[in-house]
């Protein structure tokens, strides 16, 4: 699986729209961009997936560049609930039984801030 | 729906004694995981299964043991408990990549500490 860079922390003021960043140069073709994100060591939730075209959903959208290289997860209007840990993964969905797998890094740590 | 649930949501362990963390879903999915968590990292994949009776290994299979006899339960053994062990850990389920709904779900985690 392509390797994920993110930075370690970004603030946020609650109201306004968080925009977390993730490159990943290394993504194969048939490699999609999740975003999970995890509250206070609970388990890990899923937030939204795509492949190259932009996707949104009642959470979050999410911005993939032409060439695929890096994406942006947006939280159109942050609150405090939304401080967690985000990780961005590219994970295939094709290719024997290793594809399943979720690859996680360090994430970036949000904080929303009143 | 239940989800993801996994048992117990907290252990002690002294060094050398083995126990099972339970994990079942109730979802039908065909993948499950478990991963730890240390702290300050990233979740790691210790082992995964893509249906009953079909095991493989992870990220840090070394210490742990699993088994897939039915599509709800995958339950994750420790042998002999190290210290080097103490963390939290996470059961995950998904369909298999490929359909169109690939969302994994967590379970809440199971907190290990070996002393």
């Known amino acids: 699986d392509a390797k994920t860079t993110q930075p370690p922390s970004m603030d946020c003021a609650e109201g306004r729209a968080a925009n977390l960043p993730c490159n990943h140069s290394?993504?194969?073709?048939?490699?999609?961009v999740y975003w999970y994100r995890q509250i206070h060591s609970q388990g890990p939730q899923y937030i939204i997936h795509?492949?190259?075209n932009n996707e949104t959903n009642e959470m979050a959208s999410l911005i993939i560049t032409e060439d695929r290289k890096s994406s942006t997860l947006i939280l159109p209007h942050a609150t405090l609930r939304d401080t967690a840990v985000y990780y961005c993964i590219v994970r295939a969905h094709t290719g024997g039984t290793s594809y399943g797998k979720l690859t996680f890094g360090q994430g970036t740590i949000l904080t929303v801030h009143p | 729906n239940a989800g993801v649930t996994q048992t117990p949501k907290f252990q002690v362990l002294k060094t050398g004694q083995s126990m099972t963390l339970q994990c079942a879903q109730d979802m039908n999915h065909e993948y499950m995981s478990w991963y730890r968590q240390d702290p300050g990292m990233g979740l790691r994949l210790i082992h995964y299964s893509v249906g009953a009776g079909i095991t493989d290994q992870g990220e840090v299979p070394n210490g742990y043991n699993v088994s897939r006899s039915t599509t709800e339960d995958f339950p994750l053994r420790l042998l002999s408990a190290a210290p080097s062990q103490t963390s939290v850990y996470f059961c995950a389920s998904s369909s298999l990549p490929g359909g169109m709904n690939t969302e994994a779900f967590f379970g809440q985690g199971t907190r290990l500490t070996v002393v």
């Open positions: 290394t993504i194969s073709g048939n490699e999609y």
């Open positions: 795509g492949l190259k």
